[in-house]
């Protein structure tokens, strides 16, 4: 089949409360969204590189650069026949892993409507339904805390995750493991400590938590490494991996004991299913990450987290955990029983609002 065009946009969507890290907070989320057009079908993706360099290097000005200059001009106008060559005229660019992701989630969804298959069949998903957790941000308060928390459980959601730094660590998980003893609970660091706040991270050792979240520098593997032969809690990797060479150095060199995979992160969904075997079969537990997708980004995380390995819930909550109201319908819902659904229909399983998907719009650019 021959890509007639491609598509991307610029788009700013508002938070439906802000989001704070260890990076700073968020008040908008702006990513990229990308059209593949070919033979009458649209495939759908999104680049999620930020506004600003603070998680990735990578941004959403960068990721077009790439796309514009380099990835596009591999594709557009010339026939694909499959996923696994298409990616391959890209081999040659080094880093720039979440523009390539961006294309390639659309040519996934591009192939897979062709198929007329879901996503998740494409990908060798097995599950009709995930497991869901949710990602929190810092909070004001201790009230304000439990109060998210508690919330959020009701939802339905099967595991929290809090975003620490330190000096906001030992205390919100003290005061949620007091009133919430028996839940999943986990930490995300996001990088934001050293070697040198031992004593610090070896005290949340004591409360039981499902697992600590990239504690250690962002592209660091040897500290963690030895951080984690002092801990009983499974320390697990999320900005140092960018690739299955990345995932094999981590587990030889014991620097984590589960791994969090974002598809943008590590260049793909290829990738990131290499890594997921490659897990699965070294017996290491994996769980889909998040950047604050919108429904098209989400889809795809949906699709991802139905295959066998990821056994632990990801980061994947209901469209409205993030937005008024997300540019795809339906939208992503969580059930009581803290399960997400996944899409049956053919490619991503949703269609795109284009009113909406154009009134977030900040730029677009058509190549063909
Ligand atoms: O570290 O997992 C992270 C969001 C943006 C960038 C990095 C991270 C996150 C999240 C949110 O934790 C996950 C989500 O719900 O999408
Ligand atoms: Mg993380």
């Not at 620097?255 to 699965?280: L, W």
């Not at 909550?317 to 939208?331: G, T």
Request: hydrophobic share 35%; with cysteine.
């Amino acid at each position: 089949m021959k890509v007639e065009s491609i598509e991307l946009r610029h788009i700013k969507m508002k938070l439906v409360s802000p989001f704070k890290t260890s990076m700073g907070t968020d008040f908008f989320v702006e990513h990229i969204i990308i059209k593949v057009q070919s033979d009458g079908i649209s495939g759908w993706g999104e680049c999620v590189a930020e506004g600003n360099p603070f998680y990735s290097s990578e941004t959403i000005n960068t990721s077009w650069h790439i796309l514009k200059d380099f990835i596009i001009p591999t594709v557009v106008g010339k026939k694909i026949s499959n996923i696994g060559e298409t990616i391959s005229r890209w081999n040659h660019i080094r880093g720039h892993r979440m523009a390539k992701a961006g294309l390639e989630a659309a040519l996934w969804d591009l192939f897979a409507k062709r198929k007329n298959v879901s996503l998740s069949k494409l990908m060798g998903g097995i599950r009709k339904k995930i497991d869901v957790g949710v990602s929190i941000g810092i909070q004001k308060s201790e009230k304000d805390l439990l109060k998210k928390v508690e919330g959020y459980i009701r939802e339905g959601y099967k595991r929290i995750k809090i975003k620490i730094e330190p000096g906001y660590d030992i205390n919100p998980v003290k005061s949620l493991r007091k009133h919430f003893p028996n839940i999943l609970l986990q930490v995300d660091a996001n990088s934001a400590y050293s070697l040198k706040d031992f004593n610090r991270i070896k005290k949340l050792d004591d409360y039981n938590l499902l697992l600590i979240e990239q504690p250690l520098g962002y592209e660091d593997i040897y500290q963690h490494s030895k951080l984690q032969r002092e801990l009983k809690t499974p320390i697990c990797l999320d900005e140092s991996i960018h690739s299955l060479d990345d995932a094999i150095a981590a587990l030889e060199l014991g620097a984590c004991r589960v791994i969090n995979i974002k598809p943008g992160r590590v260049g793909g969904f290829t990738e990131s299913i290499k890594i997921h075997n490659y897990c699965m079969k070294n017996k290491i537990p994996v769980w889909c990450g998040g950047m604050l997708e919108t429904g098209i980004g989400r889809a795809g995380n949906v699709a991802l987290a139905s295959l066998k390995n990821f056994t632990l819930p990801g980061d994947i909550s209901a469209s409205k955990r993030y937005f008024e109201q997300d540019i795809v319908e339906p939208e992503f819902t969580v059930n009581k029983d803290g399960t997400m659904k996944v899409p049956e229909g053919s490619g991503i399983g949703v269609e795109v609002n284009k009113k909406l998907l154009q009134k977030f719009t900040i730029s677009k650019e058509l190549f063909r």
